[in-house]
């Protein structure tokens, strides 16, 4: 499990670093968010919102990069963050959703679309499991988890973009744990 998470952190660093200076448009201000319902219960993240959208010309692929802090900016901090990942670039009316797979790169399927929730300062984090389908279901190793993760575009513009968004999450430290996340909606500049 570890080395997928380190695989999903290059592709994070791969899609910001692959962004041409020349591509980035700073965001209009606005009141930018991620809210959501963890558990039935309302979350709201409003700091530092972004949305990062890149081509990797080497694998084909579009890569959208979005989050946002809770109260501070910090790698423990809390966060909601997705990778949406196509073979076609996104545009309003896009829909991604798990177990679907968006692309093989080295023979190594990715999910179209990957939400991380790190609920409280300093804990572990909680990971969609659409990159992990091969080990869900009856008689597999997590057979009573589930992918379902499901990000959908209503509006994208030069500046911003909007959507909806659920998924059930587990704790990457402890399968057994999890959080469900419905009535999601994020309102994010792009970058």
Known sequence: MKKKLQFFALILLLAVVSCKKDEIVMPAK???????????????????GFATISHSDTSGIFIDFMGAYEKAIGVDQPQFSFILFSRTSFFATSVYQDPLKAVSIGGVKHPQVHITYIEEAGTDGYLSLGG?????????????TVADAKTSITEITATYIKGTFSATVFKSTDITKKRVISDGKFYLPKF
Not at 30 to 48: L, P, R, T, W
């Open 132 to 144: 992990f389908t091969e080990l869900i279901g009856p008689g597999r190793l997590w057979e009573h």
């Open 30 to 48: 606005g009141d930018y968010f991620i809210s959501f319902k963890a558990d039935g219960v309302q979350k709201e993240y409003k700091k530092e």
